[in-house]
């Protein structure tokens, strides 16, 4: 278990970690999520001891890591899959790290095998691609059989059979008891992989709960409607202080009104209704709604006014939308 109280880390003038607080649980995969610049990195460097807080406390099952005799065995962690000598093979890489923390070298043909680089064992590092780099530094966050894992972009070069095994070994490692904290950019995986989120800006924390909860506290409930009076419903439903828009041929999506309220109007006046459907906003839509103000840096497009990408983005939120990015 990880446990963050007050955690704060100033480099100069800048805040990078302020007043940070959360429990990361075992039995879970945890999200760690925040924009860029957010102090995520940062954060899991203080949690290794790479890092001095500038105040407050980390501990890893109550105690700082830095204090632990053989810390592998203890916590993996995968914070950059490039960090590796390039002029050794990944055996050679595994076994000095295996050496090290005293864990016995059978264990190095073991993790190879568990993350499927067994061909490529005696191979220089410096060939590796990002992918096959991201393996081998799974199997490095592995090879003391820890019961904390931390990975910081775990997905990152993976082909989808890549993914998929991440995605699944995560799953594996929090279902035997082990505590698993994975930070990642890619909404979709986070979606499909947590259990639970912590998600700061600016270096604070600004939500932790569950995937489910975290979506439905930062996303408007949205119906689907598809009647063949498509305009007198939408005309029905702004005069009860609802919001209507088209939604191709026939259908409507609906906003500020429950769906038991629009059935009800749409049978008061006598609106035959094909379709009512609750559409399930994704995390990816919620952490965009909860994070905008904590963005460090915002990217203009081309011929568009300042302030355009608030509208760009809701319009690429719309299409992926009408294209089933919502199911």
């Known amino acids: 278990m990880i446990e963050a109280r007050g955690l704060t880390k100033r480099y100069g003038d800048r805040l990078a970690v302020d007043d940070l607080s959360f429990t990361v649980k075992p039995g879970q995969v945890t999200g760690f999520l925040g924009p860029n610049g957010a102090g995520k990195s940062t954060t899991m460097r203080l949690i290794l001891g790479l890092d001095a807080p500038t105040s407050g406390t980390v501990t890893v099952d109550g105690r700082p890591f830095v ?13 950059d899959a490039k960090a590796v000598h390039g002029g050794r093979s990944a055996y050679n890489h595994l076994l000095c790290l295996a050496q090290t923390n005293n864990l016995p070298k059978s264990r190095v043909g073991e993790v190879l095998d568990l993350v499927g680089l067994p061909e490529v064992a005696r191979k220089r590092s410096r060939g590796f691609s990002l992918g096959m780099s991201q393996r081998l530094g799974i199997a490095g966050a592995l ?8 990975f910081d972009e775990p997905v990152n070069g993976l082909d989808p059979e890549g993914i998929l095994w991440i995605r699944n070994l995560m799953k594996a ?5 082990r505590t698993v904290f994975v930070s990642s950019h890619l909404m979709s995986e986070m979606e499909n992989t947590a259990d639970h989120l912590i998600v700061i800006g600016r270096g604070r924390l600004v939500a932790d709960c569950t995937v489910q909860e975290f979506i439905d506290q930062n996303s408007e ?3 689907r409607v598809k009647t063949p009076e498509r305009d007198r419903l939408a005309g029905l439903v702004a005069g009860k202080g609802g919001l209507a828009v088209h939604d191709g041929d026939d259908a409507l999506r609906i906003t500020r009104l429950g769906m038991t309220d629009i059935g009800d109007l749409a049978f008061d006046n006598q609106i035959r209704v094909h379709e009512l459907s609750p559409i399930q ?3 990816e839509q919620a952490f965009m709604e909860l994070t905008k103000d904590s963005v460090e840096y915002h990217a203009a497009v081309p011929g568009q006014p300042a302030g355009a990408h608030d509208h760009i983005a809701a319009a690429a939120a719309a299409g992926a939308d009408r294209q089933g990015g919502l199911s």
């Open 143 to 150: 090879l003391g059989d820890p019961r904390l894992l931390m």
């Open 281 to 283: 906003a994704s995390l």
């Open 221 to 223: 409930l949205t119906i």
């Open 173 to 177: 490692l929090a279902e035997e008891g």
């Open 67 to 79: 204090q632990a005799a053989y810390p592998m065995r203890q916590v993996g962690a995968l914070l």
